[in-house]
């Protein structure tokens, strides 16, 4: 219950990088940098309700912790994978559908703050949230 709320992207940290190794083009680094990315998160259980809004995109994703499901990214890319609960800690790890490869997301609350940490191919990158 801790992720319950609405959440704006605040700041980023070594973002485009990130976007970079995923394979993303310099165009759409550009424009995801100032996404304007909303997140509502609603947990009930192991059952989570995530509304995702932003300058591209509009969706809801629904997950059950430790299930597998398949997610698209806002540039096209398709995961598959599913999210735990260590602790605190959502972890998430997927694996991209057109080359294997791995890509971790965690979310912890840091004081008043929601941090999403990317992990993927050795690179790390963090998008910071308040809560609006």
Do not use: P
């Amino acid at each position: 219950m801790t992720f319950n709320g609405t959440w704006k992207v605040d700041r980023n940290e070594n973002y485009e990088k990130f976007m970079e190794k995923m394979g993303v083009n310099m165009v759409k680094r550009k424009l995801a940098s100032h996404d304007n990315l909303k997140i509502t998160i609603e947990q009930t259980g192991d059952n989570f309700h995530v509304k995702e809004s932003s300058t591209f995109r509009n969706i809801e994703i629904n997950f059950t912790l430790g299930v597998n499901f398949e997610y698209s990214l806002a540039d096209g890319t398709e995961l598959s994978g599913a999210w735990t609960m260590e602790g605190d800690t959502l972890k998430g790890v997927f694996t991209r559908k057109d080359n294997g490869k791995q890509l971790t997301t965690v979310r912890t609350i840091q004081g008043d703050e929601l941090v999403q940490s990317f992990s993927y191919e050795g690179v790390d990158a963090k998008r910071i949230f308040k809560r609006s």
